[in-house]
T-cell receptor, first 114, second 114 residues
Framework: GAVVSQHPSRVICKSGTSVKIECRSL??????MFWYRQFPKQSLMLMAT?????????EQGVEKDKFLINHASLTLSTLTVTSAHPEDSSFYIC??????????FGPGTRLLVL | GQNIDQPTEMTATEGAIVQINCTYQ??????LFWYQQHAGEAPTFLSY????GLEEKGRFSSFLSRSKGYSYLLLKELQMKDSASYLC???????????????FGGGTRLMVKP
């Protein structure tokens, strides 16, 4: 099956710093990638939809200036959490749409902001 | 808007059968997915329904009724490793020309007991 990787898998940073998370589709081209956030014991919440070569579409309540998304190629999308604060600590998961029937999820990135 | 409901928690016995229900209200319906998510991990794909009826895949089956906005995931011969969260997700056509998007329900935490 299709494989999606995320890097880093875990990051701890100080409040006020910026963190970049990479999402790569390893064996297929993903014209669309999705970024989700999941707080403990809660479901996935879509943050934004990322299309290669165009601006990301953000869900209501997600600050686009705080969560910068770049989809520079058909295999790479990045999410940068700028000026991270403790309330941004969460599990960030990307997914890539490889075909019509499903999305393939990355393994997730656990962010802890101190 | 979209609304997806599923029970928060369920408990079942090893070897038994359990049915997890999902009801949804959405516009532009374009398929329903079930995902399994173990604690601390990203979701993994279980099933996909776009037409009414039952789809069987080994111990797991999924049913869809589009007219009722209803789906269920049926797990047979439960094993301890089936203890996980089960996420119902509805795909709908987006208005921003980005194709389709998934909206997740809150997830059902299934506990399988010996």
């Amino acid at each position: 099956g299709a494989v999606v990787s995320q890097h880093p898998s875990r990051v701890i940073c100080k409040s006020g710093t910026s963190v970049k998370i990479e999402c790569r589709s390893l064996d297929f081209q993903a014209t669309t990638m999705f970024w989700y956030r999941q707080f403990p014991k809660q479901s996935l919440m879509l943050m934004a939809t990322s299309n290669e070569g165009s601006k990301a579409t953000y869900e209501q309540g997600v600050e686009k200036d705080k969560f910068l998304i770049n989809h520079a190629s058909l295999t790479l999308s990045t999410l940068t959490v700028t000026s991270a604060h403790p309330e941004d600590s969460s599990f960030y998961i990307c997914s890539a749409r490889g075909g019509e029937e499903t999305q393939y999820f990355g393994p997730g990135t656990r962010l802890l902001v101190l | 808007g979209q609304n997806i409901d599923q029970p928060t928690e369920m408990t079942a016995t090893e070897g038994a059968i359990v049915q997890i229900n999902c009801t949804y209200q959405t516009s532009g319906f374009n398929g329903l997915f079930w995902y399994q998510q173990h604690a601390g991990e990203a979701p993994t794909f279980l099933s996909y329904n776009v037409l009414d009826g039952l789809e069987e895949k080994g111990r797991f089956s999924s049913f869809l009724s589009r007219s009722k906005g209803y789906s269920y995931l049926l797990l047979k011969e439960l094993q301890m490793k089936d203890s996980a969260s089960y996420l119902c997700a509805v795909r709908s056509t987006m208005n921003n020309n980005a194709g389709n998007m998934l909206t997740f329900g809150g997830g059902t935490r299934l506990m399988v007991k010996p």
